[in-house]
């Protein structure tokens, strides 16, 4: 980390303000060769820590931008290191003459995520808290947003940290009574190591029941519409995105192909896919359709089986409910507008799915839909305050393998093992454990996991 790295840090698209951001023991002497201040007075140099400045960056004799300039000296910034913020006009032309000047004089370009991954090796962040800063720029709903930004706050790096804490103890303890067993005695330390560990295994699972919520905050909900032909799947794609995406007509079959859509609905996102209309067809191209229909019901986490109430139910719809049999699928009585052919009752009895009236026509019953998924899909009412999500799939393996390293310990004191694979095993839980804060990882896993951050974070 001996060089002074330089990236654009906001899209690279015509906008009001780009920023250029430059980190590493060079930062000062490059600012100093290309900013001039207003009066041409002011050293950029010897200005305080943590202030703004204005005026103008130089290539040689040209002036290249109007910018205001923001200074921040290690250790107090967000790398750990003497850091430099140009703020210029957000063209893409001048925001790269900018960029360009910079590297001129002396940074080099940073890697994708290169600041964060200075931020972790300078101490600033652990790891749980370096994924959780792209978490929150990737973050679709206001929930995965609020779920970010705890980690990013040291939700997770707490709760880790106490677990391990507590094992290390465990661990010191069972080393020094083995090498001084004159003075430190082992006598009924195991049953109290029971105890120990049967607290830090709930602790570890109850954050492993959050994976599944945690998923669905991040990721959102595999969803994909069913119903057989002009049910009014694509009036209600239509109305769940706010724009016409899908084509609507009268005609049978219109829907030939898959279209995916990600929506928030009431603070939940669903990746949303509408399908052909279910039904036997000759036509090549709709049974191509109705096949990639019936493949995509299968993988999804949701089936939003959409039913027009106006006509009696026939092959069509029986081959779908079959589909639904052990699924979690909510029925969508649509089409309440007009003279119902079949009633919320029967299709209750049929299905053993929620039925939720709804009209895409006049926009009605997407509330009471929301407010069903929600029930489905998380354990309990969802909150920040107290509750720590792992969101993480790497996370999650890691408590999974910290979970059965502590069932080990419990089987040896069950079996009555000598204290030395006690401490064998807690020393394997502790290891999975620093896997989620980064202290037990090596730099190939850390590259990997910075490489997927985009430029200038």
Do not use: W
Request: net charge negative.
């Amino acid at each position: 980390m001996n060089t002074t790295i330089a990236a654009i840090s906001t899209a690279v698209s015509a906008s009001g303000i780009g920023i250029i951001r430059i980190s590493g023991p060079e930062a000062m002497d490059v600012i100093s060769r290309i900013y001039r201040s207003k009066g041409g007075k002011k050293k950029i140099k010897e200005v305080p820590t943590h202030t703004i400045h204005y005026g103008y960056i130089y290539d040689g004799e040209e002036a290249v931008d109007e910018v205001l300039v923001m200074v921040m000296r290690a250790p107090k910034t967000f790398t750990g290191e003497d850091t430099v913020e140009i703020d210029c006009h957000g063209g893409v032309y001048a925001m790269n003459r900018v960029l360009e000047t910079v590297l001129k004089n002396g940074a080099k370009i940073a890697g994708p995520g290169e600041f964060t991954k200075r931020a972790f090796l300078n101490g600033r962040l652990d790891l749980s808290q370096a994924e959780a800063v792209m978490d929150v720029i990737q973050a679709k709903n206001e929930y995965a947003l609020r779920s970010s930004m705890s980690q990013l706050k040291g939700s997770v790096q707490k709760t880790i940290k106490e677990i391990r804490n507590d094992l290390i103890y465990e661990i010191a303890f069972i080393e020094s009574a083995l090498d001084d067993p004159e003075h430190i005695s082992l006598d009924g330390y195991p049953q109290k190591l029971l105890g120990i560990v049967e607290k830090e295994q709930r602790s570890i699972d109850g954050l492993l029941k959050t994976s599944s919520d945690g998923k669905i905050i991040r990721e959102g909900i595999e969803t994909v519409i069913v119903g057989k032909p002009n049910a009014g799947k694509s009036s209600l794609l239509n109305l769940l995105v706010g724009e016409n995406k899908a084509i609507v007509t009268d005609i049978e079959g219109t829907t030939r192909d898959i279209l995916e859509e990600y929506i928030t609905l009431h603070g939940i996102t669903l990746k949303i896919v509408d399908t052909a209309g279910i039904r036997e067809t000759q036509d090549v191209v709709e049974k191509i359709g109705v096949s990639r229909a019936r493949e995509a019901a299968k993988d999804a986490d949701l089936i939003l089986y959409v039913v027009d109430s106006s006509t009696l139910l026939d092959e069509n719809d029986e081959e779908i409910i079959e589909m639904l049999k052990g699924r979690k699928a909510i029925v969508l009585y649509n089409k309440t507008d007009l003279a119902s052919a079949v009633s919320m009752e029967a299709l209750e009895e049929r299905t053993s799915h929620p039925v939720i009236p709804i009209s895409a026509k006049e926009e009605t019953g997407i509330t009471q839909l929301a407010e069903t998924i929600k029930s489905m899909f998380f354990s309990g009412k969802i909150s920040f305050n107290d509750e720590v999500y792992i969101t993480n799939a790497r996370h999650k393996e890691a408590l999974e393998e910290a979970a059965q390293s502590l069932s080990m310990v419990r089987r040896s004191i069950e079996d009555g093992m000598p204290e030395d694979f006690f401490s064998i095993d807690l020393m394997a839980a502790y290891a999975s454990l620093g896997k989620i804060t980064g202290e037990e990882v090596g730099e190939d896993l850390v590259n990997e996991i910075f490489s997927k951050f985009c430029m200038g974070k």
